[in-house]
């Protein structure tokens, strides 16, 4: 039977840079019998550099998925490592739902004793931290490093690979020799043209948080488990198309 996951993207973009994010999925890795729809917020957030937009995701996240059930989907994976509206999505759905941060970060503990986040910019730091408290995992986590570059959602890496590529493995490899970190985490989905750089140039685990992701959702959906009401229990009260008049972000 095919099965359809949900893909959303935590933040408004066009549909061209919505092209970028789905490359990150290899065909190798992609399998006949599951189908990924990708889509953006409709509004909200702009780049996710504080708690203020962290919210903002929050909501328009949970306002794009939360009829996925409804709508014959089977999962939803939430592309970002702030897992923007997961708990919400959980609350709110019986489908398996998963997001980048969380799935990574537990990932790299079964691979290694510590691990590091290596990301582009220091304000997206609150983020890690978070799920780190939320995990009960801040001692497996050997440090979190930034090249301090600001991202860019649209283009993502296109354009500055030399220049960034090499600062990213620069951290890595000081994350390892200094902080003992024996397994890397690339620090965002907007980050993932790195990954196969990263990977061959060190002598650690490297993880692609979105394709743990995806991955991750696909074991469940033939495991046939979902997150436990019981730690998300349903809402009383639904509200129902709330955000539907809001204007879409116009590019």
């Known amino acids: 039977m095919q099965k359809k996951i949900k893909v959303i993207l935590p933040v408004p973009m066009p549909k061209d840079a919505i092209e970028g994010f789905k490359s990150q999925f290899p065909k190798t890795l992609k399998r006949r019998d ?26 328009f996240v949970i306002s794009s998925g939360e009829n996925a059930e409804a709508e014959g989907y089977s999962a939803v994976c939430v592309n970002s490592m702030s897992d923007s509206g997961l708990k919400g999505l959980r609350s709110r759905l019986n489908i ?13 503990c079964m691979l290694g004793k510590k691990f590091s986040v290596i990301t582009m910019w220091n304000k997206w730091n609150y983020m890690y931290e978070r799920i780190l408290q939320e995990e009960g995992i801040v001692n497996r986590c050997a440090s979190i490093r930034s090249i301090n570059v600001r991202p860019d959602a649209k283009e993502l890496l296109s354009g500055k690979e030399d220049f960034v590529f090499k600062k990213l493995l620069d951290q890595s490899i000081q994350a390892i020799d200094q902080d003992g970190a024996d397994v890397i985490i690339i620090g965002s989905t907007t980050m993932h043209q790195s990954y196969n750089f990263l990977k061959e140039n060190l002598k650690v685990p490297v993880l692609n948080p979105g ?3 995806f991955k991750t959702c696909e074991m469940f959906l033939d495991f046939g ?14 509200e129902e198309n ?8 116009q590019f």
């Open 225 to 238: 488990i979902t997150h436990s009401k019981i730690a998300y229990p349903s809402p009383e009260k639904i």
């Open 96 to 108: 398996p739902v998963f997001g980048p941060g969380h799935t990574s970060f537990l990932t790299a």
């Open 242 to 249: 709330l955000f539907k008049d809001i204007p879409d972000r």
């Open 34 to 59: 599951i189908d990924y729809e990708w889509v953006a917020t409709k509004n909200g957030a702009d780049i996710l550099d504080s708690y203020y937009e962290s919210a903002l995701s929050d909501i």
């Open 211 to 213: 394709i743990i992701a």
